[in-house]
């Protein structure tokens, strides 16, 4: 375990996630939010676990597996990533869309904006988001995260907004 809050608790992601990440990532939510990762089979999925892992060994954080603390149900992600084209690591978030609405993404965000600060001791954490995902960015905003404005990333074809801490 990583991270508990009141209702959730954050985990590394391990070989076994494979179907919660294929799920996640080639959900339509997923696609339209973050963009397509290019996972369409449980090989990619595992690959993306690989990944994650590799991340957490080499930055000492990552993305995390977020699951319902009284049932172990697995709901989402949640950590920071360390990205190219951004001087510092940022949150990111993606969820099951069935689990949308339940407040499990500004739950996440926050420990994970507390653990950065006080476990890894980041001074400066930062988070993206498409111009239209309006509860992303209500995320950001309710847990203190400040808009920036603008950046565009290497790889992408628009603008990302863009925060801070």
């Known amino acids: 375990m990583i991270l508990q809050t009141d209702r959730l608790v ?81 949150i990111g978030y993606a969820f099951l869309e069935r689990f949308w609405g339940r407040g499990f993404a500004s739950e996440a965000a926050a420990a994970v904006l507390k653990f950065g600060r006080n476990s890894v001791g980041l001074s400066t954490i930062v988070a993206i988001t498409t111009s239209g995902n309006l509860s992303s960015i209500a995320v950001l905003k309710a847990i203190g995260m400040q808009d920036a404005g603008f950046i565009r990333l290497p790889g992408y074809d628009s603008d990302s907004r863009y925060f801070t801490t």
């Open 10 to 90: 954050l985990r590394d992601l391990e070989i076994g996630d494979e179907a919660f990440i294929l799920e996640l990532l080639t959900s339509r939510g997923f696609k339209e939010n973050i963009g397509d990762r290019g996972v369409a089979d449980l090989e990619g999925a595992g690959g993306y676990i690989e990944r994650a892992q590799t991340g957490y060994a080499s930055n000492g954080f990552g993305l995390w597996r977020v699951e319902i603390r009284a049932t172990g149900e697995v709901v989402g992600l949640c950590g920071l990533v360390k990205r190219d084209g951004l001087e510092h690591p940022d």
